[in-house]
């Protein structure tokens, strides 16, 4: 099992950056594929970026291909998404997410943090 904790949210004004950081501890994480979930008020959680346990493959969906970059640092046991160009329907919990295969379904997907808000004014 591998713990994570999700940092870096706030409140930001559309076309703003922030980068959210997700620390793990237990298990090291350069076992693991790692994702990036998102769940907006009143939606259903949904699948945002994934990185394979070395870094070389990444994985995004397709409404934030190009303002987010999913990236992570094995020696720091971290994970990072660089979000970009933000739009306020990028108003959302962030959750991470650790998992044996590079996937955008939760269900695979077996370790979970506790999430970050991100809300993106207009």
């Known amino acids: 099992q591998v713990q994570l904790v999700e940092s870096g949210g706030g409140l930001v004004q559309a076309g703003g950056s922030l980068r959210l950081s997700c620390a793990a501890s237990?298990?090291?994480?350069?076992?693991?594929?790692m994702g990036w979930f998102r769940q907006a008020p009143g939606k259903e959680r949904s699948f945002v970026a994934a990185i394979s346990w070395s870094g070389g493959t990444t994985y995004y969906a397709h409404s934030v291909e190009g303002r987010f970059t999913i990236s992570r640092d094995n020696a720091k046991n971290t994970v990072y998404l660089q979000i970009d160009s933000l739009k306020p329907e990028d108003t959302a919990v962030y959750y991470c997410?650790?998992?044996?295969?590079?996937?955008?379904?939760?269900?695979?997907?077996?370790?979970w943090g506790q999430g970050t808000r991100v809300t993106v004014s207009s």
């Open positions: 237990g298990r090291t994480v350069s076992s693991y594929a």
């Open positions: 997410a650790a998992g044996d295969y590079l996937d955008n379904s939760d269900f695979s997907y077996d370790n």
